[in-house]
């Protein structure tokens, strides 16, 4: 219902200007980031905010490092195999990518406050405890793949809505491109129409469509971050975080149908096209927020979290280039190469503010369950203009009007079997999206062994699974196709960490 | 393969650390783990030899009065004085905060870590190019030991003249007529410009007044040909023709000279001619 709304206001009018540029998606990818942990937190779903004592609190709520009564350090390396299911005009297709990474090192140093000789040792400030961690907070590795036979409509019928909406004149443009490759054509009227489907008399046979997207990077955290103990009952924390995005993105969207073309004396023929689009992106960026947290001991056995994260600001640089190759056969022969032509821009935007309540229960020394729940709103993201992207309202218009609130929830427990720890957690993150996609929902599962001498390994198997929807081109009217993503992550983490 | 190399690697390593461990903390010999109960416990405070009891120190902004009775003789700050003569900040801050005893004191590593954020509102290290790598450091960014890592995020000359990105060769301000354009927010049920009408004045859809071009340079087309307009055609009936196979030798729309081998010779129909570019199709 919503998207036929949204479908028929598109209708009505669509103004556009050709001189600004698209964003919104990456800066909502780039906002959807974890906080970095070890082994053990991401086993238990990543319900941080309430657990005190594991390097996790760096990054995640620093009140938990006050919990340290002794220096500690660990390093955790990943694997991650990522495979994506696409299903695009009734075909389903498969792609997978697996790599290893380095997730997170974390040191937090114990600093004791010293009171008077003879007051209460365990009163009042008892430990300032000062930690720094390097967290892989997001992983941008994917291979995607789909193809279809569409029989409605075709990417020349996207061209030329961009032709009508941003004119053909320059020359550099994709709709210059498709132009002088005679996928469009000016129809009386002055309105330009594909030269596949239209109404006047195009072949309007079914064309073969395939995508291939191939992304690479991820983003990583320096966090510092400092915690207090007061009398072992309450933690505060502050912390900022130092972030660095990595993107890499490289798609070809490739179509192969019939079209009516005009010959050298303009007369119309009807010829046989390949024709491939190329988007190839590498995009750079620095970031940093800060961080607040408490936790609250009301008695022993209960631990009430708070978690509050600043925006993070980032300044992106984008290199994104794009072109047309179009190879005819049948009646005309011919291969027409343009581009590809190369957009360096510079732009910033802050991503949504995160806050974070959590709790836990704590059954002795045997074990703990607890749960966070985390408030994210996506349409608070915000763009603003740099070198060569003048113009950051469709951008910031499509974050509000496409993107929403939500929450994560993250539940999980411990039990604690001496020196061994079994773990179990489950993660729910909220689709940003108002209209389409779903929840990601990660299942986790680990072992911990702690070892006489105060060094400790933890083991972590996480499944990540969620569907997404993404279009390959958008039309004016109705019908641009989908391919539906459905996107499976099985992750190892391994922490080795030591007391010192 | 790569798996279990790293597997292997962090096997033998936790072997490694393992014996260095049980040597060097016999001591320990149970498990501790802080998320469970673990009780911290103040220390106490250095008791000093001085006549004087009074801890808040008439001295700290005289080095002059600074005497070995006031504080260790190996301590961080004696052991600094030691070595430089003089301590820069009122050196009780180091021994203080080498030893735990006021974490919250003007130079402690908190307000360390408040300067660090403001891109250089301290910008000690000015226009040095490196200033970007003490950012990341986590000794001089975060050192606890002392107040140096306030100038960490030297980050006044990040965005400067001289600044890290600025040197970079070949990446300078990008002109507008080379932005990267709009392509849709890419999510299905939306469409270029998803029915928002602030991107600027470019005109209503259909589009009705397009100015006319007279001629462009299409440089992606050939080289710098020039493309001459393309004119409006004045039939509005579809000519008839009879398909023929021809080579073809695109893109027609840069052919004004004429150049091409072979032609169809169906009727009529165009007014463009002259021009030779393609006309508007019925």
Redesign the interface.
């Known amino acids: 219902m919503k ?1 036929k709304y ?2 028929t ?14 964003f ?2 990456d800066a909502v990818r780039f906002s959807q980031s974890q906080y970095g942990s070890t082994a053990r937190m991401k086993a238990i779903g990543n319900a941080q905010t309430a ?4 390097l996790s609190s760096i990054s995640g709520n620093p009140a938990g490092i006050g ?4 220096s ?1 350090a660990s390093f955790t ?1 990943e ?1 991650n195999a990522t495979g994506v299911k696409s299903s695009y005009l009734g075909q389903t297709g498969n792609a997978n990518s697996n790599n ?1 990474n380095f997730n997170n090192a974390s040191v937090v ?1 114990y ?7 003879g ?1 209460d ?2 009163k ?5 405890n ?1 930690g ?1 961690s390097y967290n892989r907070s997001a992983n941008y590795y994917e291979a995607i793949g789909y193809q279809g036979t569409n029989s409605t409509n075709s990417i020349t019928n ?1 061209y030329a ?2 032709a ?4 053909i ?6 709709q ?2 498709a ?4 996928l469009i ?7 330009y ?1 594909s030269n596949v489907f239209n109404t ?2 195009a072949p309007n046979k079914p064309v073969n469509q395939n995508e291939n997207i191939i992304r690479e990077g991820g983003q990583t955290e ?1 966090s ?1 971050s ?1 915690g ?2 007061y009398s ?1 009952q309450l933690y505060i924390g ?3 975080g ?1 972030t660095s995005i990595r993107y890499n993105m490289t798609r070809a969207f490739n179509e192969t149908g019939s079209a009516s ?11 046989n096209y390949n024709s491939s689009f190329t988007q190839d992106q590498a995009t750079t960026g620095t970031g ?1 927020n ?1 961080r607040l947290g408490l936790i609250y001991k009301p008695v ?1 056995a209960v631990r009430v979290g708070f978690q509050f994260t600043s925006p993070t600001w980032y300044t992106v ?2 290199d ?1 280039a794009e072109g047309l190759q179009t190879t ?1 056969s ?5 291969t ?1 190469r ?2 590809p ?5 510079t732009y910033s935007f802050n991503s949504p503010l995160k806050a974070s309540a959590g709790l836990a229960f ?1 059954i002795g ?1 045997s074990g ?1 369950i607890t749960g966070d729940v985390e408030y994210i709103d996506y349409s608070s993201i915000s763009l603003s203009t740099g ?5 950051a ?2 951008d910031n ?2 974050i509000k ?2 993107y929403k609130s939500t929450a994560n929830a993250h539940v999980g427990g411990e039990l ?1 079997l001496d ?1 061994l720890y079994l773990r179990a957690g489950y993660g729910v993150q909220g689709n940003p ?1 108002k ?2 996609g779903n929840n990601t929902n990660t299942i986790s599962g680990g072992l911990g062994y ?8 933890d083991v972590t198997y996480a499944n990540v699974n969620g569907t997404q ?3 390959p ?4 009217a109705s019908g ?1 196709p ?1 391919a539906s993503l459905n996107k499976t992550t099985n992750n190892v983490f ?1 922490t ?1 960490g ?2 010192f | 393969m ?2 279990n190399i ?2 292997g690697i ?1 096997f033998i ?2 072997i490694a ?2 014996s260095c ?2 040597q060097n ?1 016999i001591a ?20 000093y030899a001085a006549a004087n009891t009074d801890t808040y120190r008439h001295d700290n902004y005289s080095n002059a009065d600074r005497s070995a009775d006031y504080y260790y003789y190996d301590s961080y700050e004696s052991r600094l004085n030691r070595f430089y003569g003089y301590s820069p900040y009122g050196s009780p801050y180091y021994s203080n905060l080498y ?3 006021s ?1 919250f004191s003007p130079y402690s ?2 307000i360390t ?1 408040g300067l ?2 403001g891109y250089g509102a301290y910008n000690y290290y000015g226009y040095s190019p490196y200033s970007y790598g003490f ?2 450091n ?1 000794y001089y ?2 050192s ?1 030991y002392g107040s140096y890592g306030g100038y960490g ?1 030297g980050g006044g000359s990040y965005w400067g003249p001289y600044s890290y ?1 600025n040197t970079v060769p070949g ?1 300078v ?36 007044n ?1 100015p006319s ?1 007279t001629s ?6 050939g080289g710098s040909q020039t493309v001459s307009q ?1 004119p ?2 004045t039939t ?1 009936t ?2 008839t ?1 009879q ?11 840069n ?1 004004n000279s004429g150049s ?1 081998s ?5 009727s009529s ?2 007014s ?1 001619s002259g021009g030779g570019g ?5």
């Open positions: 998207i949204i479908l206001v598109v209708t009505i009018v669509a103004i556009t200007q050709h001189s600004f540029a698209q919104s998606e657990i005190g004592g594991d919990f340290f009564t002794k500690e390396p694997f290893l140093f600093t004791k406050v010293n009171s008077p000789a007051a040792k365990g009042g400030w008892l430990s300032v000062f720094a996207y809505d961009l009508n909406s941003g004119g004149d320059n020359g550099s443009s994709l210059d491109f132009y002088d490759h005679q054509d000016l129809y009386t009227g002055n309105i129409k006047n008399g320096f510092f400092v207090a103990n072992n502050g912390g900022i130092i073309i005009l010959d050298n004396n303009n007369q119309p023929i009807t010829v940093f800060l022993e640089q984008d994104y005819f049948g009646n005309a022969t011919g027409l343009s581009g032509e190369d957009y360096q821009t704590f020394k703990f070198d060569g992207y003048n113009n309202a469709p218009h499509d009007t496409l604690k020196q999206y209209y389409i702690r070892f006489i001498g105060g060094y400790y390994l929807q993404t279009a081109y958008t039309l004016v641009a989908t391994l080795f030591f007391r | 790569k798996r790293t597997l962090l390593g936790a650390l393992s461990s049980t903390k320990s010999v149970k498990t501790e783990d802080d998320v469970y109960f673990t009780k911290a416990k103040a220390g106490d405070e250095p008791v030893y735990g005893y974490p590593t908190g870590l660090g954020l950012g990341y986590p960014g975060y606890p995020y990105y990446y301000v990008v002109g507008n007529n080379n932005t990267r354009q709009y392509r849709g927010s890419g999510l299905p049920g939306t469409s270029v410009g998803s029915g928002y009408t602030g991107y600027g004045s470019a005109g209503s859809y259909p589009p009705a397009r071009r462009i340079n299409n440089p992606n087309n393309r409006a055609r509005t579809q000519p023709y398909p023929q196979p021809q080579q073809y030798t695109p893109p027609p729309s052919n091409s072979s032609s169809s010779s169906s129909g165009s463009s393609r006309p508007v199709r019925p």
